[in-house]
């Protein structure tokens, strides 16, 4: 392994928060892993390049969960009318499709999902445990 870094992802539907599976990405009969996989349900995302430099996006990971992601779009749930799909990246709302935010280490990013006049508390860091 060329490189190993974590970033960390919160999805938050009207207001509430949606746990990203533990898991994603590992194969339940060989053990083995993409390069891209969660152990927890914590949100937190490693990345495990065989190529330093590699860049990973969070597309990649949302493909391992098999859950839609686009500009408009985060699994079952569509933008449109009162509502939006808004992603942050360290508190920053960022524009674009959210499918192709880079992963960087310790980099907290956020989807929220939700009428559009709502407030919500967007986090712009998380507590990485032991160094991560």
Partial sequence: MAEHYHAH???IVDGEPVSVPANLGI????????????????????IE????????????????WDVPLTTDQIGGLRA??????????????????????QLRPRQEIALVFGPQDQQVDVPRTYDFQGGE
């Fill in 9 to 11: 992802l919160d999805v």
């Fill in 27 to 46: 194969d339940s009969g060989s053990g083995a892993m993409a390069p891209l996989h969660t152990h927890t349900d914590d949100g937190v995302i490693h």
């Fill in 49 to 64: 390049a065989t190529t330093k430099g590699e860049v990973f996006t969070l597309g990649q990971l949302f493909t391992e």
């Fill in 80 to 101: 449109g009318n009162e509502n939006a799909l808004t992603a942050y990246v360290d508190g920053d709302a960022v524009t674009g499709d959210p499918a192709q935010i």
